[in-house]
Nanobody, 133 residues
Framework: QVQVAESGGGLVQAGGSLKLSCTVS????????MAWFRQAPGKEREGVAC????????VYTDSVKGHFNISRDSAKSTLYLQMNSLEPEDTATYYC??????????????????????????WGQGTQVTVSS
């Protein structure tokens, strides 16, 4: 049984930093891409960052490019999201997602609602990030 668990969320002031972690068990950690998504109240779930199977090719959505960093540690079966220069607009529940099948790179339009439904099979319960102004 695949288990996905996020941690590291909390309350931070604007301009601050947080590092989220996601531990994954029940599958071979290093054989597929993984991603972070977020969802704010009243809004659709949106992609934040995706990282390739090897960890060498990260991709980001424009809203976080330059101040978020995704990484993975296969020895620890853990995915990370380092968030810097946080803004109130970053307030959301952050979710870790694991692709259903094995592949090397994040697929094109990995952040789309279609990809969310069809390609990401395993999700955590989410961790809340609140940024105060």
């Amino acid at each position: 049984q695949v288990q996905v668990a996020e941690s590291g969320g909390g309350l931070v002031q604007a301009g601050g930093s947080l590092k989220l972690s996601c531990t994954v068990s029940g599958l071979t950690f290093g054989d597929r891409p993984m991603a972070w998504f977020r969802q704010a109240p009243g809004k659709e779930r949106e992609g934040v960052a995706c990282i390739s199977q090897s960890g060498r090719v990260p991709v980001y959505t424009d809203s976080v490019k330059g101040h978020f960093n995704i990484s993975r540690d296969s020895a620890k079966s853990t995915l990370y999201l380092q968030m810097n220069s946080l803004e109130p607009e970053d307030t959301a529940t952050y979710y870790c997602a694991v692709m259903a099948g094995t592949r090397t790179l994040c697929p094109g339009s990995w952040y789309s609602s279609l990809r969310i439904r069809t390609d990401f099979a395993y999700w955590g319960q989410g961790t809340q990030v609140t940024v105060s102004s």
